[in-house]
């Protein structure tokens, strides 16, 4: 069994054609189902079967798939992380960010870091902050950069960058926008714009069972943006980031009150795998990212 063998048995898992991963590799055909023979002799097991017209994996099979993506990944991570030490002007650096820091954080950080280091390529993923912490874990991505209430994790490292609080916030030509506080019973009031699905999402919940608080949610949105030009535009509220209404806040397009009662810490937090060799380039971005935020 080696790399080449599980590159080749991990492709035809995908998509159950040897052909396919002989034109993706730029392989004949018989090479490719050798290699595949050589893999199946070398652990004594059958790993496929062939059923008709569809390929099934067996129980066995089905466990070096998963084995064999740990292993792959791996591999290019530590490819990545070897090309850092080469070269500390090239590289490639994999970040998983939730919404609010990808948009309102990273991108200032991101600018600065590709004046200092052309040649470096970043990807950025963005999902929500579980997603995140999921694909920091599986080592899909270097690190996180999500908003996130403070959280018990063995497998991760979290450090706190800067307060991320949620504010209620709505059109400056609202009749609470000349209020200097809210109340709950004014938040009931309002309808609501809000975030389908996220931590922030998961916060709003818990924080109005906690106050036996009824909301009424207007409607359910799945962009920040999008949220934001609804309250805009109209009669209704939302709860978001204070971060991400700080311009629109200072344009006197939107009014940003304190939320009562709203006894949760959230962060905007780095967050990486505790047993993750951090690269040169990786301290380097995150060293930007704490003295810049």
């Not at 052309?118 to 899909?140: C, D, F, G, R, W």
């Not at 949105?221 to 999008?226: D, G, K, Q, V």
Request: with cysteine; net charge neutral.
């Amino acid at each position: 069994m080696n790399v080449q063998q599980l590159d080749m048995y991990y492709r035809f898992c995908q998509c159950k054609s040897v052909s396919k991963v002989a034109r993706d590799l730029n392989l004949k055909q018989p090479t490719v189902s050798f290699h595949l023979k050589k893999l199946r002799d070398s652990v004594g097991i059958t790993l496929y079967e062939q059923k008709g017209e569809e390929i099934v994996l067996t129980s066995a099979g089905a466990m070096l798939h998963q084995y064999a993506e740990k292993i792959l990944r791996l591999v290019s991570e530590t490819e990545r992380v070897m090309k850092d030490y080469q070269s500390f002007n090239r590289g490639e650096l994999h970040i998983g960010a939730s919404t609010i820091p990808a948009s309102y954080v990273l991108p200032p950080i991101c600018s600065q870091f590709f004046s200092k280091k052309p040649n470096v390529q970043i990807t950025l993923h963005v999902h929500s902050a579980p997603t995140i912490k999921k694909m920091v874990k599986e080592k899909e991505v270097d690190f996180g950069v999500i908003s996130t209430q403070p959280m018990k994790d063995s497998l991760l490292v979290e450090k706190e960058i800067v307060s991320d609080h949620l504010v209620f916030v709505i059109s400056h030509s609202h009749e609470y926008a000349i209020f200097d506080k809210i109340t709950r019973h004014d938040i009931e009031k309002v309808p609501i714009y809000i975030h389908s699905s996220g931590s922030t999402r998961e916060m709003i919940n818990e924080w109005a069972e906690k106050e036996k608080l009824s909301l009424n949610i207007r409607m359910e949105l799945t962009s920040i943006e999008a949220i934001k030009k609804m309250v805009s535009l109209g009669e209704g509220g939302a709860i978001l980031s204070k971060r991400a209404v700080q311009e629109e806040a200072q344009q006197n397009v939107l009014t940003v009150h304190s939320l009562p009662e709203l006894g949760y810490n959230r962060s905007i937090s780095l967050i990486y795998r505790n047993d993750r060799p951090i690269s040169p380039l990786m301290q380097e971005f995150m060293t930007d990212l704490f003295r810049e935020v």
